[in-house]
């Protein structure tokens, strides 16, 4: 096999091949700062060719003006024989953008040892520079998040118990994010139940790798209580747990929330259902003690007499300790203007003390606070239309100072209080002005029984005492005739005539008004009543008064109705009786009986009347003719109204002078009542 011959290369074209398929720019730049040389990739990266570069000055380039220091250093460590190594920083493309860089550079000295410039190798970095901004971005938005909902993550090592949690976690628990942790530590923050709970759900959750998920209450190194969710889920790996991860996030503003509108629910029911505010208070404090750890609470409203406190209902915990303390309450009075329930009453704001014994009012139940060993006080005012109404007293050894959240809500509760003392009241006065409605209309029925007491001896008087002298009248005018033998002048006959005519008028306004007497106290027996038939049988009476005349008399359809028969009889006899009176003028009397839109009714084309005299009508000695042109006692309608009324309905007339009259009266029950076919 023979050799093939070698081209050989010379070193310059060797360089410039080099400089032309590196990936960086590679610049060689003078003494004086000038560019001498500027390959393509250079012209890639910054946009300028090498025409354009190429003796010019690289700072006024390539460098934006807030890097010239940091360039201007660069070269003097150059100058001191310091090497640049990768060393990131920032330059100006051609348009003005920034390009993110890796500089590395070396000096170039001459024969003598002196510097004489550098080459410098600028490796784009923009996609790392990327890919490391969106992590950071990436890393923000979850820290922003964590912040936002409070949640955050955490570890625990099942083996050593050793622990990790992020920035958030740390801070719910008001500790430093560096702080060491460990599962020990981390139980210790809960307390009570929680504890007990936690401790449970961690050794199952490492022994038999069962995951949790829990609502829980914890203390923070600052002493605040707050309420958290922790979910737990175990890593198993070749049988066996070899960590604990999960979430830990602050639900204490969500737990709070709930827990207030479960309490308000609570008292809302409560007072629905309760007549009084003592039967209610029980189970308002204890809905309200719920909310926190307060041991017990009391109810309290303002005596209007003296303007003090007075309990009208509490609870406390089964504790022999809050017994002295609790009875002292509930047996006390308390002032307005003094200690804590006097600041909320004067604020009408929910108050509290941590220091109950110091604030504590009447100063004797300092003794007895720090006996039954309660350190904090809330109280909650209920604040009616008309200002404080009174209080809401709760007593709490462990105790946490509520936000205005929660401040709002207690007020929400304190108006539902108000709000039932305010239907409370207003049922009292109710019932008081009932009270003193029956007085009244006791008072007013005996006024009554008397009043119809005196009718009845005045009925008697005229039953007996004016009818006597009225046949005296009439039996001596007759005696007289008599006795002269029959004879009597024109004159004397007309005096005798008008003597018997007044007596007679007046026995009849006598029998109409003992008529009408008896009317408002006689019972009224309802029944079924056949109209027609009463019409026909009322008729019939008047057949007298009918005789000798041309009457066209129409009845239409009368449906039954509920009523007294012989009473509704006596309508009808009136109302006929006076369409045949009013009718005697007329050639031909016209009067029709019938029933419409609901109302009997008797309509005439006899004298009529005007209208705008209607109400009078119905009135005792009401009338709108005189005696002389039409008889009458002028009682006849008042006894048909008064009927009426009795029976709870209603009736009404119109008319036209000379053009007749229209009756109509209603009952209850008139054309619903089914008609009996037999």
Same mark, same amino acid.
């Given at each position: 096999?023979?050799?093939?011959?070698?081209?050989?290369?010379?070193?310059?074209?060797?360089?410039?091949?080099?400089?032309?398929?590196?990936?960086?720019?590679?610049?060689?730049?003078?003494?004086?700062?000038?560019?001498?040389?500027?390959?393509?990739?250079?012209?890639?990266?910054?946009?300028?060719?090498?025409?354009?570069?190429?003796?010019?000055?690289?700072?006024?380039?390539?460098?934006?003006?807030?890097?010239? *220091?940091?360039?201007?250093?660069?070269?003097?460590?150059?100058? !001191?024989?310091?090497?640049?190594?990768?060393?990131?920083?920032?330059?100006?493309?051609?348009?003005?953008?920034?390009?993110?860089?890796?500089?590395?550079?070396?000096?170039?000295?001459?024969?003598?040892?002196?510097?004489?410039?550098?080459?410098?190798?600028?490796?784009?970095?923009?996609?790392?520079?990327?890919?490391?901004?969106?992590?950071?971005?990436?890393?923000?938005?979850?820290?922003?998040?964590?912040?936002?909902?409070?949640?955050?993550?955490?570890?625990?090592?099942?083996?050593?118990?050793?622990?990790?949690?992020?920035?958030?976690?740390?801070?719910?628990?008001?500790?430093?994010?560096?702080?060491?942790?460990?599962?020990?530590?981390?139980?210790?923050?809960?307390?009570?139940?929680?504890?007990?709970?936690?401790?449970?759900?961690?050794?199952?959750?490492?022994?038999?790798?069962?995951?949790?998920?829990?609502?829980?209450?914890?203390?923070?190194?600052?002493?605040?209580?707050?309420?958290?969710?922790?979910?737990?889920?175990?890593?198993?790996?070749?049988?066996?747990?070899?960590?604990?991860?999960?979430?830990?996030?602050?639900?204490?503003?969500?737990?709070?929330?709930?827990?207030?509108?479960?309490?308000?629910?609570?008292?809302?029911?409560?007072?629905?259902?309760?007549?009084?505010?003592?039967?209610?208070?029980?189970?308002?404090?204890?809905?309200?003690?719920?909310?926190?750890?307060?041991?017990?609470?009391?109810?309290?409203?303002?005596?209007?007499?003296?303007?003090?406190?007075?309990?009208?209902?509490?609870?406390?915990?089964?504790?022999?300790?809050?017994?002295?303390?609790?009875?002292?309450?509930?047996?006390?009075?308390?002032?307005?203007?003094?200690?804590?329930?006097?600041?909320?009453?004067?604020?009408?704001?929910?108050?509290?003390?941590?220091?109950?014994?110091?604030?504590?009012?009447?100063?004797?139940?300092?003794?007895?606070?720090?006996?039954?060993?309660?350190?904090?006080?809330?109280?909650?005012?209920?604040?009616?239309?008309?200002?404080?109404?009174?209080?809401?007293?709760?007593?709490?050894?462990?105790?946490?100072?509520?936000?205005?959240?929660?401040?709002?809500?207690?007020?929400?509760?304190?108006?539902?209080?108000?709000?039932?003392?305010?239907?409370?009241?207003?049922?009292?006065?109710?019932?008081?002005?009932?009270?003193?409605?029956?007085?009244?209309?006791?008072?007013?029925?005996?006024?009554?029984?008397?009043?119809?007491?005196?009718?009845?001896?005045?009925?008697?008087?005229?039953?007996?005492?004016?009818?006597?002298?009225?046949?005296?009248?009439?039996?001596?005018?007759?005696?007289?005739?008599?006795?002269?033998?029959?004879?009597?002048?024109?004159?004397? *006959?007309?005096?005798?005539?008008?003597?018997?005519?007044?007596?007679?008028?007046?026995?009849?306004?006598?029998?109409?008004?003992?008529?009408?007497?008896?009317?408002?106290?006689?019972?009224?027996?309802?029944?079924?009543?056949?109209?027609?038939?009463?019409?026909?049988?009322?008729?019939?009476?008047?057949?007298?008064?009918?005789?000798?005349?041309?009457?066209?008399?129409?009845?239409?359809?009368?449906?039954?109705?509920?009523?007294?028969?012989?009473?509704?009889?006596?309508?009808?006899?009136?109302?006929?009786?006076?369409?045949?009176?009013?009718?005697?003028?007329?050639?031909?009397? !016209?009067?029709?009986?019938?029933?419409?839109?609901?109302?009997?009714?008797?309509?005439?084309?006899?004298?009529?009347?005007?209208?705008?005299?209607?109400?009078?009508?119905?009135?005792?000695?009401?009338?709108?003719?005189?005696?002389?042109?039409?008889?009458?006692?002028?009682?006849?309608?008042?006894?048909?109204?008064?009927?009426?009324?009795?029976?709870?309905?209603?009736?009404?007339?119109?008319?036209?002078?000379?053009?007749?009259?229209?009756?109509?009266?209603?009952?209850?029950?008139?054309?619903?009542?089914?008609?009996?076919?037999?």
């Amino acid at each position: 096999m023979s050799e093939q011959p070698r081209e050989e290369v010379g070193d310059g074209e060797l360089l410039r091949a080099v400089l032309s398929a590196t990936n960086d720019a590679v610049v060689h730049i003078q003494r004086d700062g000038t560019i001498s040389s500027w390959n393509r990739t250079a012209e890639r990266m910054f946009g300028y060719t090498a025409a354009d570069a190429v003796g010019a000055s690289l700072s006024s380039l390539i460098v934006p003006s807030a890097r010239q *220091q940091e360039a201007d250093e660069l070269w003097r460590r150059l100058e !001191r024989d310091q090497r640049v190594e990768r060393f990131d920083t920032v330059r100006r493309h051609k348009d003005g953008s920034s390009v993110y860089v890796s500089v590395t550079m070396s000096a170039l000295r001459d024969a003598s040892g002196g510097f004489c410039g550098a080459v410098k190798l600028l490796h784009d970095r923009g996609e790392r520079v990327h890919s490391d901004e969106s992590i950071e971005f990436q890393r923000e938005i979850v820290r922003s998040m964590g912040e936002i909902a409070k949640v955050g993550g955490w570890s625990i090592d099942a083996s050593t118990g050793e622990g990790y949690w992020t920035d958030e976690v740390a801070r719910i628990h008001d500790l430093d994010p560096n702080d060491p942790i460990s599962k020990q530590k981390g139980i210790e923050f809960y307390y009570g139940e929680s504890r007990a709970k936690i401790t449970e759900a961690v050794e199952r959750a490492i022994r038999d790798a069962e995951p949790y998920d829990l609502e829980l209450e914890l203390k923070t190194a600052k002493g605040h209580r707050k309420w958290v969710r922790t979910i737990g889920h175990p890593v198993v790996r070749e049988g066996r747990v070899v960590t604990v991860r999960g979430s830990f996030q602050d639900i204490t503003e969500h737990k709070q929330s709930t827990l207030m509108l479960a309490a308000q629910y609570k008292v809302g029911r409560t007072l629905l259902s309760a007549d009084t505010l003592a039967e209610a208070a029980p189970a308002i404090v204890q809905a309200l003690c719920s909310l926190d750890r307060f041991v017990c609470g009391f109810v309290l409203e303002i005596e209007r007499t003296t303007q003090l406190l007075r309990c009208v209902g509490a609870w406390h915990e089964m504790d022999g300790r809050l017994l002295p303390l609790a009875t002292t309450i509930q047996e006390g009075a308390f002032p307005t203007d003094a200690g804590i329930n006097g600041r909320a009453c004067q604020r009408k704001q929910v108050v509290w003390s941590t220091d109950i014994a110091r604030d504590a009012a009447p100063a004797q139940l300092a003794a007895l606070v720090q006996a039954a060993g309660v350190t904090a006080v809330l109280i909650v005012p209920i604040l009616g239309p008309d200002g404080v109404a009174g209080t809401i007293a709760l007593l709490a050894n462990d105790f946490e100072p509520p936000d205005a959240s929660r401040c709002a809500g207690l007020m929400a509760i304190g108006n539902q209080v108000a709000q039932f003392m305010e239907r409370r009241n207003a049922r009292a006065e109710l019932v008081r002005l009932n009270a003193e409605l029956e007085a009244r209309v006791l008072a007013r029925t005996e006024e009554l029984a008397l009043a119809n007491r005196e009718l009845e001896s005045f009925s008697y008087s005229v039953s007996h005492d004016l009818r006597s002298p009225l046949r005296a009248i009439n039996g001596f005018a007759h005696a007289l005739v008599m006795e002269i033998g029959g004879e009597l002048s024109p004159d004397a *006959q007309q005096y005798f005539d008008a003597i018997c005519s007044n007596t007679r008028r007046m026995a009849r306004l006598i029998d109409d008004l003992l008529l009408f007497s008896k009317l408002g106290r006689a019972p009224v027996q309802l029944a079924t009543l056949d109209m027609a038939t009463s019409v026909a049988s009322t008729l019939d009476d008047l057949a007298s008064e009918r005789a000798g005349r041309v009457i066209e008399l129409s009845i239409g359809e009368l449906p039954p109705c509920k009523g007294d028969a012989s009473l509704i009889k006596q309508v009808w006899t009136n109302l006929l009786s006076n369409a045949l009176k009013y009718t005697g003028k007329c050639d031909v009397a !016209r009067i029709s009986v019938g029933f419409e839109q609901g109302a009997y009714f008797v309509r005439d084309n006899g004298a009529g009347f005007d209208s705008k005299y209607a109400n009078k009508l119905f009135g005792v000695f009401q009338r709108l003719h005189s005696a002389e042109e039409f008889e009458g006692t002028g009682v006849g309608l008042a006894i048909v109204q008064r009927i009426v009324q009795r029976h709870g309905g209603e009736i009404w007339g119109a008319g036209e002078v000379g053009r007749g009259a229209t009756f109509h009266f209603r009952l209850p029950g008139a054309g619903v009542i089914p008609v009996m076919v037999p």
